[in-house]
């Protein structure tokens, strides 16, 4: 495991030793028993996405993907992002009580990816219930049968996903699954199987933009929940929203780390790793490295330097959708503090983390407010 921040940015700027090509940390007990389900294997696994490849090849898919997640672009997100937020606090702010992780934050994801995909209504109602699915998969103490049930839903959200993509094959739009695909023919030409080249691609879009910023924007409504202080500087310093988000990435990032391969033995923090020796890259812990941050354990709102955290991982695979997660959160932030006031936890409420070794975030977050 790397813990530093500067070695995590040596390690994840030395690609041709620290590869990502067989990183993703699902054990061969799990791949077995979903074989039953996936007898030729995950198609996710089939073909290497963002997240799983080495130069070049990574940089031939991020290229097709990163036009529309440049801060420029993802502002012109705005106002759908403000309507999807507007709408979903339409549905609870009467209340005055509600499970924020599960009736908000996640359908903010959910249906912002869905709707910048281009996918159908009834696909952001699933599509949480999908990428758990694949992220349980993950867990290696998980029983026969539940890896099963896990496998069979997964396999649900591979197929629907894959239907989607030929469907704007076949009728492009204005969406960024139809732009994936004319980025994808203008830079190599026509494809016959070009649903399988944009499969890969897809996947991590929609697992990064869904669950991470799910998390993200749970974490930090936790944080207003817990500290009323934090909501009162808000709404006399509305501009500081932003320093806040990014002291949340830091301090609870929505993931917690991803792994590498090394390609030969090498060391680094003093440890020796053998050749084809598995490493996790703690991205979390660099963002509370104390040679970097002071009082790392601490939650400052305006640390000067927050931005400077690994949360968002580095190098060649630092989050393409970095700049969508940022500006979701601090409008979830900036409208839940307007429709939501004297945000406060539920003292009777409950709190529940994600049971899963790679993200942090909350599956419950029960709290309540003020009604007029």
Sequence with gaps: MITHADALEQAALDTDIFSSRTSLGISQRVLQIAAEVFPDGMPDRQAPTIMNSDPPEHASKRTLVNRAFTPRAVQAYAPVIREIVSELLDEIAQRGKADIASEFS???????????LGMSQDFPRQLADFIDA????????????????????HKTYCDQLLAHIQTK????????????????????????????ELFPIMISVVLGGQETTANLISNVIH??????????????????IPLLVEESIRHRPPVLGTYRV???ETTIQGVTIPAGGRIKMAWSSGSRDSNRFPNPDEFHPNRPN??????????????????????????????VLCRLPSLRLDPHGLIERTDNPLVWGLTRLEVIWETT
């Design 169 to 196: 094959l076949a009728n492009p739009a204005k969406d960024l699954t139809s732009a994936f695909a004319a980025a994808y023919t203008e830079r190599y030409g026509p494809c016959e199987n070009l649903s399988a």
């Design 306 to 335: 927050g931005r400077s955290h690994l949360s968002f991982g580095s190098g060649i695979h630092f989050c393409v959708g970095a700049p969508l997660a940022r500006l979701e959160a601090e409008i979830a932030v900036e409208q």
């Design 106 to 116: 996640q359908h903010v994801s959910a249906r912002v990816i869905a709707h910048l």
């Design 134 to 153: 694949r992220l349980a998969l993950y867990n290696n103490t998980l029983d026969e049968s539940a890896i099963l049930r896990y496998a069979y839903l």
């Design 262 to 264: 090394a390609t030969r």
């Design 223 to 240: 944080q207003l929940a817990s500290r009323p202080e934090l909501g009162e500087m808000l709404d006399a310093n509305p501009e500081s």
